[in-house]
């Protein structure tokens, strides 16, 4: 069973940076990937960014690369997505999600476990 709380949600102004983390709280420690995905109002989640157990491997959607960095701290079960140059269509609720299966996928039904999601919304 794992645990998943994100924070670091804000208001802020287009153009800005933010960074959100997601702490992992799990009874036995064990490898997974994990991933951020994004629901806008009114919208289905969609993938942001999903990286693998030993942080070698990331990938994101193509509307976010080279303006967001996922990365992780296994010793800290510590998950982080900086984002920048962020946009008001980007406002949404980005969820952490971990898969135990290693898959590293953009598919959200790969993901077994769920953050409660946490508030970003840009101003224009």
């Known amino acids: 069973q794992v645990q998943l709380v994100e924070s670091g949600g804000g208001l802020l102004q287009a153009g800005g940076s933010l960074r959100l983390s997601c702490t992992a709280s799990?009874?036995?420690?064990?490898?997974?990937?994990m991933a951020w995905f994004r629901q806008a109002p009114g919208k289905e989640g969609v993938f942001v960014a999903s990286i693998s157990w030993s942080g070698g491997r990331t990938y994101y959607a193509d509307s976010v690369k080279g303006r967001f960095t996922i990365s992780r701290d296994n010793a800290k079960n510590t998950l982080y997505l900086q984002m920048n140059s962020l946009k008001p269509e980007e406002t949404a609720v980005y969820y952490c999600a971990a898969d135990p299966q290693l898959r590293n996928s953009a598919y959200l039904g790969n993901y077994e476990y769920w953050g409660q999601g946490t508030q970003v919304t840009v101003s224009s």
């Open positions: 799990r009874r036995t420690r064990t490898p997974d990937t």
